[in-house]
């Protein structure tokens, strides 16, 4: 019995996020919070409040794999429920309006992936530098001003429940999750995507098409947060330049707190749904606890610096030991 617990105890203390978790869970058990948090509809909104990070996440995801970044997807997110909004606004049907808008975030994540990819830029400034194209696109778009849907069924979209209970967003976080996973895990492209961030150069030179996985990998990253982007404006009913702001940021480090490493060839669905849903999980902690937001910003920020760092120094500690 005590080596069976040993075990699950060194899997669990490898991964930071599950133990950030746990500590939480642990936090709200105290009388004053423990009915409120643990409420099943407390839980239900605390995941379809994570759902939008969570979708954006999973392309990331596949980005950073790949030994890349990609801190555009606020702008891109921003763009998907514009254009959305405007097609739709104009006479287009939804699904056609979603399709363009999906396509516009292939084409940012194409162009993210010739200048990253083929150009050998860095990564960070490149994508940091896309984000800000596209904010002041959207800003142009929009004149800085909110842009409501004309077309109620538009809203449904992402504010209906299955089953009268499970919001649909929570159901489209779940199948993209599965379908992530899968891509990752049991096809050749995923296990190409873990070679070319594990080391590039062997990659290349043992046959993998380094630089069309990595370029797809930025064009996965840009779909997904246009799809998130409209799914957000659908639960908003209304596409506004100020959506996405620190979205990129949030992302990006949510996935590394989960133990997607930047150094690429680790991590996966999994780890990078656990940290976005720390971040999500201690902001809901400090809201029933009533905590003031300025106060918020620094725990969190606190907690991002604590998690990378441990994971960091754990990781430092284990090729010392090699």
Partial sequence: MKTALSKIWKVISKQKAVLAILALLLLMLMPQTRAMFYSSSNWMEMLRSAAILEIVAFGVTVAVICGGCDLSVGGTLCLGGIVTVLLI???WPIWLATLVALACGALVGFVNGFLVVHQKTEPFIITLGMGM????VC?????????TSTVP?????????LFGSIPLLVVYMIVLFVLFFCLL???????????IGGNYEVAKYSGIKVVPIKWTAFIISGVTATLAGVLLSSRMNTGNSVYGDTTGMMVNCGVVIGGTSFA?????????????????????CMN????DGFWQKLVEGLLIVAIIGADCYSR???????
Avoid at 155 to 161: A, V
Avoid at 316 to 322: D, G, I, L, M, Q
Wanted: hydrophobic share 40%; charged share 20%.
């Fill in 89 to 91: 606004n104009a006479g």
């Fill in 264 to 284: 690429g060839g680790q991590g996966g669905m999994l780890e990078s749904f656990l940290g976005i849903f720390v971040i999500q999980l201690l902001s809901n």
């Fill in 316 to 322: 430092k500690r284990k090729r010392e030991r090699v």
């Fill in 288 to 291: 029933t606890m009533k905590v």
């Fill in 153 to 161: 069924a538009f809203m449904k979209i992402s504010n209906g429940k």
């Fill in 139 to 147: 800003q142009q778009l929009t004149n800085a001003h909110p842009l």
């Fill in 185 to 195: 895990r049991f096809t050749s492209f995923g296990r190409n995507c873990y070679a």
């Fill in 133 to 136: 194209l596209l904010k002041g």
